[in-house]
């Protein structure tokens, strides 16, 4: 009889096996499954995404536009300082900032891949 730890670690390989055309959904930074849309503006599209490793683990990621960020050099200072904010706030009805970048990239499962992206994910 296995032991939690094994069936664990049995649980976690098989889903590492998995690979990107069998996946249904776009793969964000090798961590994150993006599942759903929450929503997009003039400035950035709003995804809902599940931690691969631990699917109860929900997170958005905000994908800035690359129109928005090229439009004006003063846009990019506005993502800077949403960042700052988000970094500084701490209130159990205020979602934290996890990660940042400038570097998102999104495997899709038809094997395109999309770079370079400027991302918050919360």
Do not use: W
Not at 69 to 91: K, P, Q
Request: glycine residues 6%; proline residues 2%.
């Amino acid at each position: 009889m296995q032991t939690i730890q094994e069936v664990k670690k049995q649980i976690m390989t098989t889903a590492a096996a998995t690979t990107e055309t069998q996946r249904k959904h776009p793969i964000f930074n090798d961590k994150y499954e993006i599942t759903s849309s929450l929503g997009h503006g003039k400035t950035s599209k709003v995804y809902l995404a599940n931690e691969i490793g631990n699917p109860e683990n929900t997170v958005a990621i905000k994908i800035f536009r690359e129109e928005y960020l090229l439009e004006a050099e003063e846009n990019v200072h506005c993502i800077e300082s949403e960042i700052e904010i988000l970094r500084g706030l701490s209130h159990g009805n205020i979602v934290s900032i996890i990660d940042y970048g400038s570097e998102g990239l999104v495997h899709k499962p038809s094997g395109r891949k999309i770079k370079n992206l400027v991302y918050i994910v919360m």
